[in-house]
């Protein structure tokens, strides 16, 4: 029996920061919209400056935390899919 990657095993993960919308998702998926695929966003901003998603497969994390590596591995920890 081979192992077969099917797309819930799929999650990807972004890091960004200062992000009070999902808006700059649309261009990054052109074919289809972004809450066809679990997404894991990891958000660097401040309190009073989160973002929210109102979408089941689409996760953010706010981190008030600075530095692009540290924002990699929280999503890296923090990832629920295989890949």
Do not use: W
Request: aromatic share 10%; net charge negative.
């Amino acid at each position: 029996m081979t192992n077969q990657f099917t797309p819930n095993d799929l999650e990807i993960i972004i890091s960004t920061m200062n992000q009070t919308s999902l808006n700059f998702l649309v261009p990054m998926f052109p074919m289809c919209h972004f809450s066809a695929f679990s997404i894991l966003i990891i958000n660097q901003t401040t309190e009073n400056n989160v973002l929210v998603s109102e979408f089941e497969s689409v996760k953010v994390i706010n981190s008030f935390e600075k530095g692009l590596s540290k924002s990699r591995n929280l999503g890296i920890k923090m990832h629920q899919n295989q890949y």
